[in-house]
């Protein structure tokens, strides 16, 4: 059942980048969601100038950048989703109560069989404002070790395609430690010279 549910979320999935600003995130971005089978990539009040950039980053991407919607409003962006997951990076939330990471993904997975769902990913200065995770019905924190204030966008993005998967691949990673221990490497089981 739980793959059932990851492919309706990864076709029911809107992630929104709101004003991003660096070309290499853009293209990161657009990367993971290839590399995840994520089709459905909205900019809304973009700050990218250079797209050149972004396509050189987004390898094998280019038909996600290609088809990115763009929007000027933020709640454009969200307006067709039934659920709308914020991110930040920020410890203390104005009257909001932030979800985990894998509580958040479970919640876009439970409303995306009711409808187009969007997680959104604000800019690299500034995150999301709380006006605009108002427009969000959960906020899910992530954490960002050391002395960055906030984790990146391209990392926040990377954090939320990996959770949905995640626990499909708890078991391959255990046994891909044992086998490094045991002279094989890499999930692909290789021999290690």
């Given at each position: ?64 950048l290609a088809a990115a919607e763009r929007m000027s409003r ?120």
């Open positions: 059942m739980e793959g059932a549910t990851s492919m309706l979320l990864r076709r029911q999935l809107r992630v929104v980048l709101h004003q991003i600003q660096s070309p290499e995130n853009l293209g990161a971005v657009a990367r993971l969601l290839a590399n995840f089978d994520l089709a459905v990539l909205r900019l809304s009040d973009s700050r990218v100038e250079d797209i050149d950039a972004a396509h050189r980053t987004a390898v094998h991407a280019e038909h996600v933020l709640g454009d962006a969200v307006a067709d989703a039934v659920y709308v997951l914020g991110t930040s990076g920020r410890d203390a939330l104005r009257g909001r109560n932030p979800v985990s990471p894998e509580e958040g993904v479970e919640r876009l997975r439970a409303a995306a069989t009711r409808g187009p769902v969007a997680l959104v990913l604000g800019g690299e200065r500034r995150g999301l404002s709380d006006e605009e995770l108002a427009l969000c019905q959960d906020v899910a924190c992530i954490p960002a070790p050391g002395p960055q204030p906030c984790s990146s966008t391209s990392r926040r993005g990377r954090t939320r395609r990996h959770r949905p998967r995640s626990s499909q691949t708890r078991g391959r990673r255990r046994r891909s430690a044992r086998c490094s221990a045991g002279g094989w490497s890499g999930r692909y089981g290789r021999p290690t010279a």
